[in-house]
């Protein structure tokens, strides 16, 4: 059983395209996070939800809009498509402090914009 | 904000030998992970460890909190170890927002 499986793993698209990458997790954690991996392979968090709650919204173009229906599922809507998207996008799920707070990734999503 | 700093940035090792990664923190932390991005770029939990010693077949970390700093060694290496090797940290945000080091790169020789 995979614990954080996201959808697509591969995306190529065009410039100006609208995308979504899928994410949902099975280990009944409270928040989950997007992050996004540049060429560099830096990883920096971009947004997190706790019980479906917006709780980090870091310095992200408003082209990028997460979604989170219910707390198992974060999905990530892309508008627009630039080339400086292409990236790897990862999902994660942990808890919030207070528990053990281990965080666990997905197999993460090669975007390439073209 | 927090910062995060790994060394050495790049290790280049012949099958069988051991290796030391580390992990300098600027502040306090509620948690700090180590993960294991292998060539496949899946990101594979290794520790978590925001204080102490823990060990996993022929890996093992250790955080000294008070002094700000974490080691990841390594055993005995396999060329399955070659990859990238990141330590993150959550700081005192209560948000589990984690900030991740720049990574060591890891080849090891056959």
């Known amino acids: 059983d995979t614990a954080v499986s996201q959808t697509p793993k591969y995306l190529v698209t065009q410039m100006g395209n609208d995308k979504s990458i899928k994410c949902e997790q099975n280990?009944?954690?409270?928040?989950m996070y997007w992050y996004k991996q540049d060429s560099k392979k830096f990883l920096k968090i971009m947004f997190s939800y706790n019980n479906k709650e917006l709780i980090i919204n870091e310095t992200v173009p408003n082209r990028f809009s997460p979604k989170s229906p219910d707390k198992a599922h974060l999905n990530l809507h892309i508008n627009s498509l630039e080339l400086g998207d292409s990236a790897v996008y990862f999902c994660?799920?942990?808890?919030?402090?207070?528990?053990?707070?281990?965080?666990?990734f997905g197999q993460g999503t090669r975007l390439t914009v073209v | 904000g927090i910062q995060v700093e790994q060394s050495p940035p790049d290790l280049i090792l012949q099958e069988g030998a051991n290796s030391t990664l580390r992990c300098n923190f600027s502040d306090s932390v509620n948690n700090l992970q180590w993960f294991h991005q292998n060539p496949w770029g899946q990101l594979i939990n290794l520790f978590y460890i925001p204080s102490g010693t823990k060990q996993n077949g022929r890996l093992s970390a250790t955080t000294v909190a008070t002094e700000r700093y974490s080691l990841l060694y390594i055993s005995s290496s396999q060329t399955t170890d070659s990859g990238v090797y990141f330590c993150?940290?959550?700081?005192?945000?209560?948000?589990?927002?984690?900030?991740f080091g720049q990574g060591t790169t890891l080849q090891v020789k056959p």
């Open positions: 280990l009944g954690h409270d928040t």
């Open positions: 993150a940290v959550d700081g005192s945000s209560n948000t589990g927002k984690l900030i």
């Open positions: 994660a799920s942990s808890w919030l402090p207070a528990m053990n707070t281990e965080a666990f």
